[in-house]
Nanobody, 114 residues
Framework: QVQLVESGGGLVQAGGSLKLTCTAPGIIFSSNTMAWYRQAPGKQRELVARLTSGGSTNYADFVKGRFTISRDNAKNTVYLQMNSLKPEDTAVYYC????????WGQGTQVTVSS
C-alpha cells in the first residue's frame, strides 16, 4: 500500500543546489516523523535530516547549515533543499519514516562534480 517515491536528483557542480522531493500516498506526513537518508556505493545508509510532526528538525553534522528539510502538508510532500553541495554529498538519497516498517523506495541519485 505504501510506496515511497523520491525525485529531484541529478548532476551538479560543487557549490550548486538541488531540491529533492518525497511523496508517499500511504503516509500522512503531517502526523509522522520523516527523514532523509543517503547511501554511497560500498557504504552504510546514513541519516541526513529529520523532521517531526511538530516541526522540529535535526541534521547530520556533515550537512548542517547547508541542507534544509521541510514539509508541505497540503501536498503531503517532504523536501530536502541542498545548497553548497560538495563531491562527498554524492549518493543515492532516500526518504522514510525512521524505524518504521515501510519498504524503501528507489531513491534519487545525486552526483556532485568537483
Amino acid at each position: 500500500q505504501v510506496q515511497l517515491v523520491e525525485s529531484g536528483g541529478g548532476l551538479v557542480q560543487a557549490g550548486g543546489s538541488l531540491k529533492l522531493t518525497c511523496t508517499a500516498p500511504g503516509i500522512i506526513f503531517s502526523s509522522n516523523t520523516m527523514a532523509w537518508y543517503r547511501q554511497a556505493p560500498g557504504k552504510q545508509r546514513e541519516l541526513v535530516a529529520r523532521l517531526t510532526s511538530g516541526g522540529s528538525t535535526n541534521y547530520a553534522d556533515f550537512v548542517k547549515g547547508r541542507f534544509t528539510i521541510s514539509r508541505d502538508n497540503a501536498k503531503n510532500t517532504v523536501y530536502l533543499q541542498m545548497n553548497s553541495l560538495k563531491p562527498e554529498d554524492t549518493a543515492v538519497y532516500y526518504c522514510n519514516r525512521p524505524f518504521a516498517y515501510v519498504p524503501w523506495g528507489q531513491g534519487t541519485q545525486v552526483t556532485v562534480s568537483s
